[in-house]
């Protein structure tokens, strides 16, 4: 996988997977790109239920938090209709309820609530570190360039796949996390940026940003695990040997931001039990403003270890 195909993978989120066709009252379609996973990406599903939410709301109104709940696991050969309920509309907010569905099978649930701009008090957690003593974004490999050199023969699925969003690890990479080796703490950090250049409109932001927010979640919840009987490896999950879902994902927007420039994620898996892993991220600008927060809960469908 190459940058020129991170860049048509970009190309191809912003023709043919942001925008949603409207098929009648309400009603929307949205496809998927000609490489995909093998399961619809969830934060496909997220990216499109927002702006089909987005399109039913009056102008000058912002979204200011989406909420996903994922039901079944999508078929990528087929476009998902999403079907939106207005359930609030006051001067200030706009809240709508979006149905995402195949052949009548409910795919995910999401409400999103949208804001004009307002002024008022602000407050904001500044980074772990400050912005200007962490490395450069340009001064990094880019996360195809890694894996290229990690699996060089037979590469894992989401290794294949190119990804529209670039992303520059600062702490570590998911996949050297080595059984029994390394730091085992639930955190990681990494600059992001969509793979090419968006508009003005701040709807194309929010939804790359939402589409980018679910990629790389699960990762600092299998940190602490690799070197336990568990051995939840980045790999064995990529490549199917361990099952895993999103179940749910929410995402806030605080301030306005431009997803085409260099974001912060700072992200941390805060609790782990049974089959059920919690992480929660922030994003900054690379001047340090807080522009969006981040949840999400997965399963991850292990057997009990030999003897457990």
């Not at 599903?45 to 009056?58: C, E, I, S, Y």
């Not at 709940?69 to 006051?90: A, F, H, K, N, Q």
């Not at 996390?177 to 090419?196: E, I, K, L, T």
């Not at 790389?216 to 999950?237: K, Q």
Request: glycine share 8%.
């Amino acid at each position: 996988m190459t940058a020129a195909q991170a860049s048509a993978a970009f190309d191809a989120l912003v023709r043919d997977v942001l925008p949603v066709v409207s098929t009648g009252n309400d009603t929307f379609s949205g496809a998927r790109p000609a490489e995909s996973f093998d399961r619809i990406y969830g934060g496909e599903t997220a990216a499109q239920g927002l702006r089909a939410a987005a399109l039913t709301v009056a102008p000058g109104k912002l979204a200011h938090s989406l909420h996903v709940t994922y039901l079944r696991i999508g078929d990528p050969r087929r476009p998902v209709e999403y079907t939106v309920e207005r359930l609030r509309d006051s001067r200030t907010f706009s809240t709508r309820w979006v149905k995402a569905s195949q052949d009548g099978r409910l795919v995910a649930t999401m409400t999103a609530s949208f804001q004009p701009e307002q002024p008022g008090f602000e407050h904001a957690v500044a980074p772990r570190s400050p912005i200007d003593s962490l490395a450069v974004p340009e001064s990094l490999p880019r996360r195809e360039t890694l894996l290229a050199q990690a699996f060089p023969i037979d590469p894992p699925q989401t290794a294949r796949v190119p990804w529209p969003i670039d992303i520059r690890y600062l702490d570590r990479v998911p996949w050297a996390a080595a059984v029994g080796n390394g730091d085992a703490s639930p955190a990681n950090r990494m600059w992001m940026r969509a793979d090419g250049i968006l508009g003005d409109d701040p709807l194309d932001h929010l939804t790359v940003l939402a589409y980018a927010s679910d990629l790389t979640m699960f990762e600092p919840v299998l940190y602490p695990h690799a070197g336990s009987p568990w051995a939840l490896s980045w790999e064995r999950v990529s490549r199917g040997d361990i099952r895993g879902a999103s179940l749910d994902h929410t995402i806030w927007f605080h301030r306005p931001f431009r997803a085409d420039e260099w974001l912060l994620h700072e992200q941390e898996s805060t609790s782990a039990f049974g089959t059920r892993g919690l992480t929660t991220g922030r994003y900054y600008t690379a001047d340090g403003r807080l522009v969006a927060s981040v949840a999400q809960e997965l399963a991850l469908l292990v057997d009990p270890p030999s003897g457990g």
